[in-house]
């Protein structure tokens, strides 16, 4: 199965909402989500890769991709299938010569930062902020549905889009035609996150991206 069937919708965790990253990654693949990113900035290394040993034993159980925000370190320890970069991250390029065939996302906000990360060996990009995000403060300005159809249109790999979709926009940004979408609140803010996570896996069903 090529990486974009899993990645329809790509759901990413964030210890913000009142649920561990363990209770949402299982909740969002219960609901049938395929991919589930680790994303975490305060916890220690230990921790780190204590709760992404964890994570990963729940993405085998269901036959999911796992992968860790920035840390290839933690990415490699735990046996995760792909690590995320962004911008200020380590370059792709070395994480690529560090990793070898490991998954390898990279964050571009621009067609430059796209064709550049596609040069040194990325997978696939995740393009945004599509829209204004509240969960990462330097996401930049946002790119909108013109900015995310020129970064389509300028790689080959598959292009996820990220940043601030949700249920109400959900189907716009699928409209693009990129692979899929990523979210983080949409999901993890609700009281009843596997709820969520199916009724949003549903409108990418209904467009089209979920066999």
Request: hydrophobic content about 40%; charged content about 30%; overall charge negative.
């Amino acid at each position: 199965m090529r990486i974009e069937e899993y990645m329809r919708l790509y759901f990413i965790t964030d210890s913000g909402f009142g649920f561990t990253h363990e209770e949402l990654a299982e909740m969002a693949l219960k609901a049938g989500i395929r991919t589930i990113q680790f994303r975490e900035k305060k916890m220690s290394t230990r921790r780190m890769y204590e709760t992404a040993k964890r994570i990963r034993k729940l993405t085998e159980e269901y036959d999911a991709l796992f992968i860790v925000n920035d840390r290839l370190d933690i990415a490699l320890a735990s046996h995760a299938d792909g690590v995320h970069v962004g911008q200020d991250d380590l370059p792709a390029k070395a994480v690529r010569e560090v990793a070898g065939d490991i998954i390898m996302g990279v964050s571009a906000r621009n067609v430059e930062e796209a064709v550049e990360a596609e040069r040194n060996g990325a997978d696939y990009i995740g393009a945004g902020p599509v829209f204004t995000t509240s969960t990462k403060e330097d996401a930049g300005e946002d790119i909108q549905a013109k900015g995310l159809s020129k970064i389509l249109r300028a790689v080959r790999i598959p292009v996820i889009a990220i940043g601030g979709i949700n249920h109400s926009n959900a189907a716009s940004v699928l409209e693009t035609g990129c692979a899929g979408i990523a979210v983080i609140s949409a999901i993890a803010s609700s009281d009843n996150p596997e709820k969520k996570a199916r009724e949003l896996l549903e409108i990418v069903r209904r467009h089209g991206k979920w066999n």
